[in-house]
C-alpha cells in the first residue's frame, strides 16, 4: 500500500522560526525522495481554492505525452545497452519500427568506432554535462550525426541501474558550422588579398614619392651645407622626418604582405619579426625556430606569421612584461607555435566581447582557417601562453641537427 503525502503551501517565517522551517525542509526532502521512488501515488497541496490531488499517474502520463512530442530521440536503457523506451522521434532516427527497437541492444545502431566510446561515455551518466557526438546508423545504412546526452535515473528498489538518453540530431548544426567554416575561408582569403594589394601600393607609390622627397632633402641639405642656422636645421629635420616615415611605410607594407615570408621562409621571417619587435618595444624575444628541411603549406606558413604578429601587438599593447618566448616545433604530425610571456595575464572566460578588438577571434580563425586549433592560457599576474597546433598535410622532414 502506497502512502499519499498531504503539502500545505509554504507562509512567511520569521527568522526566529528557523528551526520550524529546518523542520518542514527535512519532510519536504523526504517527500521528494518518496516520490522518486515511487512510494506516493498522489500529492495533495492546498491552494487558494483548497485542497488539490496531483496523481502521479497523470504526471506520467504528460510527461509521456511530452517525450512522444520531442524532437530529440529520447531512451531508457539498462547498464547493459538494452533499449527498455524509446519515443517515436528516435524510430524515425534510425528508420526502424519502435517493436524492433524496445528490448533489442542499443549499441547496434553504431559503428565499431564509436561503440568503443559508448563505455566510456555511460560511466560519465553521473556528470551533469555528460555529452559525446558519434554517428547514428540507419536502418538503410545511412549515417545521421547525434549528440548523445545521457542521466542515470534514480534506483527504484530492488531495481537495477537505467540511464535515460537523449538523442539530438546535429545534422543542422554541422551544416550551419561548415557554412561558418566556408565563410571564414572567404573572410581570411579576401583579407590577404586586400593586404596584398595595400602593401603593393604603399611600396609603388607612397615609398617612391618618400624616397624621392628624402633624396631632395638631401639635395637641399647639401646645398645649404655652406650655411649654418635654422634655416640649414629645419633642412635636416625635414631629411630625418623623410628618413623615418619611408622606412615606417616600408615595415607597414612588410607587415601587409612579407616578402620574406615568400623568399626566405619561415624561420627567417620570425627571427625579422622578432628582431623589429625587441628593437621597437626593448621587450626581448627568446626565439626557438625548428629547421625545416622543406616548406611548410603556403596557408600554414602565413597563419603561423599573423598569428605571431597579432600575439606580439597584444605582449606590446597589454602585457606589461619583460620577456616573450616564442617556439616553432614539430610535434608528431602537428606543427605548433607557442607565445609565452610573463606579464599581467587575463581572464580569458571573462572577455566582453564588445570591449576588445577582434585580435584573440582573428588568431583562432587563422588557425581554424588551416585545420589547426589555439589555446589560450592566461591568468592574472600569472602571464600569457598562446598555443597552436596545425596538422601538416603534407609530410615535412626536419633537418638534422
Ligand atoms: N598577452 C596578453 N597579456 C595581457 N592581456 C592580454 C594579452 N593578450 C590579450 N589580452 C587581453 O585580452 C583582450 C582581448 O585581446 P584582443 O582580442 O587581441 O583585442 P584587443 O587587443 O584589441 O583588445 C585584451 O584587451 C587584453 O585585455
Ligand atoms: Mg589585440
Known amino acids: 500500500m502506497k502512502a499519499s503525502v498531504h503539502l500545505r503551501p509554504a507562509k512567511f517565517a520569521p ?15 523526504e517527500t521528494i525522495r518518496a516520490i522518486r521512488n515511487g512510494e506516493v501515488d498522489a500529492v495533495i497541496g492546498s491552494g487558494k481554492k483548497g485542497p488539490q490531488v496531483f496523481a502521479l499517474e497523470s504526471t506520467e502520463h504528460g510527461h509521456r505525452v511530452l517525450i512522444e512530442s520531442m524532437d530529440e530521440g529520447a531512451l531508457t536503457l539498462t547498464a547493459n545497452n538494452l533499449i527498455l523506451y524509446a519515443n517515436r522521434s528516435f524510430a524515425r532516427m534510425v528508420q526502424c519500427p519502435l517493436e524492433k527497437i524496445m528490448g533489442s541492444c542499443f549499441r547496434r545502431f553504431f559503428s565499431s568506432a564509436d561503440r568503443a566510446l559508448l563505455r566510456p561515455f555511460m560511466k560519465q551518466a553521473g556528470a551533469s554535462d555528460a555529452k559525446l557526438q558519434v554517428q547514428l546508423i540507419a536502418a538503410d545504412g545511412s549515417c545521421l550525426p547525434v549528440q548523445l546526452s545521457i542521466q542515470e535515473l534514480p534506483k527504484l528498489a530492488r531495481e537495477r541501474v537505467t540511464f535515460s538518453l537523449v538523442v539530438t540530431d546535429m545534422t543542422e548544426a554541422r551544416r550551419s558550422e561548415s557554412m561558418l567554416r566556408a565563410f571564414t575561408h572567404r573572410v581570411v582569403q579576401v583579407q590577404e588579398a586586400e593586404r596584398t594589394n595595400v602593401a603593393l601600393e604603399l611600396h609603388d607609390n607612397v615609398t617612391q614619392l618618400l624616397l624621392a622627397g628624402l633624396f631632395c632633402s638631401q639635395a637641399l641639405v647639401a646645398k645649404l651645407s655652406a650655411y649654418s642656422g635654422p634655416v640649414q636645421a629645419e ?11 619611408s622606412a615606417q611605410v616600408e615595415r607597414i607594407s612588410r607587415d601587409l604582405r612579407p616578402s620574406v615570408l615568400d623568399h626566405l621562409g619561415l624561420d627567417a621571417l620570425f627571427r625579422t619579426t622578432g628582431a623589429e619587435f625587441s628593437a621597437r618595444t626593448g621587450i626581448p624575444v627568446k626565439l626557438t625556430c625548428v629547421e625545416w628541411a622543406g616548406r611548410l603549406p603556403a596557408d600554414t606558413e602565413l597563419a603561423l606569421y599573423r598569428i605571431l604578429q597579432e600575439a606580439l601587438k597584444n605582449v606590446e599593447q597589454h602585457a606589461r612584461t619583460r620577456h616573450v618566448t616564442v617556439n616553432l616545433s614539430q610535434s ?3 606543427v605548433q607555435l607557442t607565445i609565452q610571456d610573463d606579464g599581467t595575464g587575463f581572464n580569458p572566460d571573462k572577455l566582453n ?20 586549433k589555439i589555446t589560450v592560457k592566461s591568468a592574472r599576474r600569472s602571464g600569457t601562453k598562446i598555443e597552436v597546433r596545425i596538422p601538416l598535410s603534407v609530410v615535412v622532414n626536419v633537418a638534422d641537427a
Open 332 to 334: 608528431g604530425d602537428h
Open 235 to 245: 633642412a635636416m629635420k625635414l631629411r630625418a622626418l623623410l628618413g623615418q616615415a
Open 15 to 29: 527568522s526566529r522560526e528557523i528551526a520550524k522551517l529546518q523542520a518542514r525542509l527535512a519532510i519536504a526532502e
Open 353 to 372: 566581447g564588445g570591449k576588445h578588438g577582434l585580435g584573440l577571434l582573428g588568431m583562432r580563425e587563422r588557425a581554424t582557417y588551416v585545420g589547426g
